[in-house]
C-alpha cells in the first residue's frame, strides 16, 4: 500500500464546478504539500500546510492531521485548471526535506 | 531568480551511452533533490543534498546511477550507461530550510529522457 494515496485518479468536470480532490496518507508528516503539474510537464508548488486550511484565489487547501487526511478544493473550476494535481507529504523524523509523493489525479475541465 | 535551471530539456540517447543531466538551484538555497518521473511509478526522490553534501541517495536505482553536487549552485545527474528503462522526466528541485521548517520545493522544468 502507497503511503500517500489519492482519489480519484481521473476527474472531468465542466466549467463553473466545484472540485474536490482527496489525499490520504499513512506516515507522520510535518508537513502536506499539493503540487500542480501542467500538461507541458512543469510542476509548482501550490500550496505547503500542516494544520488547518490554506486559501489561493479559487484553491483552497484542507488538512486534517488526525485522520491524517488532505482535500484540495477548486471554486469555478475553468479549462485552465487542467492539470494533474499531487499530494506529497513531508515525513518526519530524520529528513523532513524529503518528500512521498502520491500519484496524482488528472483533471480535466471542459468548457 | 530565474528559478532552478536544467540543461538539457530534451536528451536522446542510445543505450550503453553515458548521460549527464544538469541543474543550476536557486541562489541561497541550501536544499537540492533529484527526481525521476514515469508513468508507471509517478514521481520518485533519487538523491538530496544539503549544503553540496548527499543526504539520502536510497532512491538511487542501481551504481549506473551517480550523482554530484561540487559547489553551492551546480549538480549533475549522470546515467553510465544508460539502458531504455532509463526513459524518463528528470526533475531538479532546490529549497531553503531554517531549522525545524520545511519549506516549499522550487522544481525545475525537467529533462526529457529517450533511451532508444
Known amino acids: 500500500k502507497n503511503e500517500v494515496e489519492q482519489s480519484p485518479q481521473n476527474l472531468t468536470a465542466q466549467e463553473g464546478e466545484f472540485i474536490t480532490i482527496n489525499c490520504s496518507y499513512s506516515v507522520g508528516i510535518s508537513a502536506l504539500h499539493w503540487l500542480q503539474q501542467h500538461p507541458g510537464g512543469g510542476i509548482v508548488s501550490l500550496f505547503m500546510?500542516?494544520?488547518g486550511k490554506k486559501k489561493h484565489g479559487r484553491l483552497i487547501a484542507t488538512i486534517n492531521i488526525q485522520e491524517k487526511h488532505s482535500s484540495l478544493h477548486i471554486t469555478a473550476s475553468h479549462p485552465r485548471d487542467s492539470a494533474v494535481y499531487i499530494c506529497?507529504?513531508?515525513?518526519?523524523?530524520?529528513?523532513?526535506?524529503?518528500?512521498?509523493f502520491g500519484t496524482g489525479t488528472l483533471l480535466a475541465v471542459q468548457p | 531568480d530565474a528559478g532552478v535551471i536544467q540543461s538539457p530539456r530534451h536528451e536522446v540517447t542510445e543505450m550503453g551511452q553515458e548521460v549527464t543531466l544538469r541543474c543550476k538551484p536557486i541562489s541561497g538555497h541550501d536544499y537540492l533533490f533529484w527526481y525521476r518521473q514515469t508513468m508507471m511509478r509517478g514521481l520518485e526522490l533519487l538523491i538530496y543534498?544539503?549544503?553540496?553534501?548527499?543526504?539520502?541517495d536510497s532512491g538511487m536505482p542501481e551504481d549506473r546511477f551517480s550523482a554530484k553536487m561540487p559547489n553551492a549552485s551546480f549538480s549533475t545527474l549522470k546515467i553510465q550507461p544508460s539502458e531504455p528503462r532509463d526513459s524518463a522526466v528528470y526533475f531538479c528541485?532546490?529549497?531553503?530550510?531554517?531549522?525545524?521548517?520545511?519549506?516549499?520545493?522550487?522544481f525545475g522544468p525537467g529533462t526529457r529522457l529517450t533511451v532508444l
Open positions: 506529497a507529504v513531508s515525513s518526519v523524523g530524520g529528513a523532513t526535506n524529503k518528500l512521498i
Open positions: 500546510l500542516s494544520s
Open positions: 543534498f544539503n549544503n553540496n553534501v548527499p543526504i539520502d
Open positions: 528541485a532546490s529549497s531553503f530550510r531554517l531549522a525545524g521548517y520545511t519549506d516549499t520545493q522550487y
